[in-house]
C-alpha cells in the first residue's frame, strides 16, 4: 500500500465514525444500493424517494418529502435514493420515470407513487398503511 492510498483510508475511516455518530435527525437519510435493503427491513414502513440531481421534478417534490419525513417522525422512515449514483436498485425496483416513491410496509413494497405529486396526494396513501 503506497501512501497516497495509506492516507486515504485513514481519512475515509474517519469520515466513516463521524457520519456514525450523527444525529440524523427528522428529515430523510440517504441510502444506497449497499444499504437500502437494511432501510427497509429495519423500519415498518419505510418511503424511498428516488431522485437525480438533474430532474426538476424531483427538486419541486424534496421539500414536500422533507415535511413529510418531520411530521412522521417515528412513525414512517423516509430515505432519498440517487438513482444515478445507484443503478442497482433502480433496475430492482424497476424505476424508469422519476421522481418515485418507493413504499414498503414490513419489507414488502406496497405502493409506488410516479411524479411530482401533491403532499395530499402522498399523505391519502400513507396514511392507511400506519393505522
Known amino acids: 500500500m503506497d501512501e497516497l492510498e495509506k492516507i486515504r483510508n485513514e481519512k475515509l475511516e474517519k469520515l466513516k465514525k463521524s457520519l456514525q ?8 437519510v440517504n441510502v444506497t ?3 437500502i435493503d437494511d432501510f427497509i427491513m429495519n ?3 419505510a418511503v424511498v424517494d428516488c431522485w437525480a440531481q438533474w430532474c426538476g421534478p424531483c427538486k419541486v417534490l424534496s421539500p414536500v418529502i422533507d415535511r413529510l419525513a418531520e411530521k412522521y417522525m417515528g412513525r414512517v422512515a423516509f430515505s432519498k435514493l ?11 425496483f424497476g ?3 422519476i421522481p418515485t416513491l418507493l413504499v414498503f410496509r414490513e419489507g414488502e413494497l ?4 410516479v411524479g411530482a405529486v401533491p403532499e395530499r396526494t402522498i399523505i391519502n396513501r400513507l396514511e392507511p398503511l400506519i393505522q
Request: without cysteine; glycine residues 6%.
Open 33 to 35: 444500493d449497499s444499504d
Open 43 to 45: 423500519n415498518r414502513i
Open 82 to 92: 440517487n438513482t444515478d449514483h445507484n443503478r442497482s436498485t433502480s433496475i430492482k
Open 110 to 113: 406496497v405502493d409506488r407513487i
Open 21 to 28: 455518530q450523527e444525529d440524523p435527525g427528522p428529515g430523510p
Open 95 to 97: 424505476i424508469t420515470s
